[in-house]
Structure formats: C-alpha cells, structure tokens
C-alpha cells in the first residue's frame, strides 16, 4: 500500500501564492505520473495537473500558466506551485500517484483562496 503525505494547503488572498507538496513511499522505479486532483464543493473531482516519469507535463486549461507542477525523484515528491490564485481555486487538493501497483491518493489539502 502506497502512502502518500500532503503538505502545503492553507488560506491565501486572491492573487497570492501557495506551496503544495506530496510525499510518496512508493518507488520512483514503479511510479507512472504523480499529480495534482482538486474537488470543491458540490463539483466532481478534476485533474490539476500531473507529471509523467518522463518528465512531460500536463494541466488544466483554468490553471495554465499560474500552477507548476514538478518532482523531486531523490525524496519522491511532487510539488504545485501556484501562483495568482483566484477564489475559484477553492477546493481540497489531492495528491494522486500512478504505479505499477495500482493507483493511490493522498487525503486532500484544502485550499481555501479568499479576501
């Protein structure tokens, strides 16, 4: 069973920035992707953004060029930063991780963007 540790959620004024960061105890050797997931109230679960063992990168059209995704394969990590948030940012953020094992999530960060 993978784990998966999220940090980095809090409350930010618009326009402000945050920090996600997501711990994996899965192997880097069997680890596919590892991204981001966001649900708000009352909204089904979306994809953020996410980053392959390749390096390629992925994003949502409402988080282009505010939100970068990367990875630290030494510590197994996976990182968001995102910047000039909106309040439509508001939501729990989970952290996902695709192995050869299967598919895992952390429990979620919220993220709360509000003056």
């Known amino acids: 069973q993978v784990q998966l540790v999220e940090s980095g959620g809090g409350l930010v004024q618009p326009g402000g920035s945050l920090r996600l960061a997501c711990a994996s105890s899965?192997?880097?050797?069997?680890?596919?992707?590892m991204g981001w997931y966001r649900q708000a109230p009352g909204e089904q679960r979306e994809l953020v953004a996410v980053i392959f063992r390749s390096g390629n990168t992925n994003y949502a059209d409402s988080v282009k060029g505010r939100f970068t995704i990367s990875r630290d394969n030494a510590k197994k990590s996976v990182y968001l930063q995102m910047n000039s948030l909106k309040p439509e940012d508001t939501a729990v953020y989970y952290c996902?991780?695709?192995?050869?094992?299967?598919?895992?999530w952390g429990k979620g960060t919220l993220v709360t963007v509000s003056s």
């Open positions: 899965a192997s880097i050797f069997s680890t596919n992707s």
């Open positions: 996902n991780v695709w192995t050869t094992g299967g598919n895992f």
